[in-house]
Structure formats: C-alpha cells, structure tokens
C-alpha cells in the first residue's frame, strides 16, 4: 500500500497564532507554509476584486470551492473570497 502523506506545518507557532486570531485551518496552514521570503512579496497583476464583475467573481469562487454563493451579491462574494 502507498504511504499517506501527511500534512506537515511548517512554522507550528505561526499556526497556532493564526488559528488563535480565528483563521481556518487551510487558510493557517496555508500561510504558515509560505517561504519567509516570499511572504512579503506583492502578488500578481489580476485587478481588484471590485473590478471584476459579479459573474467572474462568481466563477472564482466556484473554483476555489466556496459552497453558499449563488445568491450573494457582488459585494458579499468580495468579502466571501477575501476572507475564506
């Protein structure tokens, strides 16, 4: 049988002070994980968030699995996908 990965966190104190302040496992571990020297860098050239517009928003946060959205407004799918 194939070995089952199991999820590592790379920086435990940073994780538990994330999960401390309310932030989800993924999201946490996500952040915990990142490089240090890439933590500060900007991210990519994709416009903000109020730029797009309801239906993209809403294709973005189908792909990145949000359930509960169908009938969220613009607004509403900015905040869902800023703070998942």
């Known amino acids: 049988m194939p070995d089952k990965k199991i999820p590592q966190i790379k920086n435990e104190d940073q994780y538990e002070a994330l999960r401390d302040q309310g932030y989800?496992?993924?999201?946490?571990?996500?952040?915990?994980?990142?490089?240090d020297q890439v933590a500060g860098r900007k991210g990519g050239k994709a416009p903000a968030y109020?730029?797009?517009?309801r239906d993209e928003l809403y294709d973005k946060a189908r792909e990145i699995g949000l359930s509960g959205i169908s009938k969220l407004r613009k607004k509403e799918l900015i905040e869902r996908l800023r703070n998942h």
């Open 24 to 35: 989800s496992k993924e999201k946490s571990a996500r952040i915990a994980n990142t490089p």
């Open 50 to 53: 109020e730029e797009w517009t």
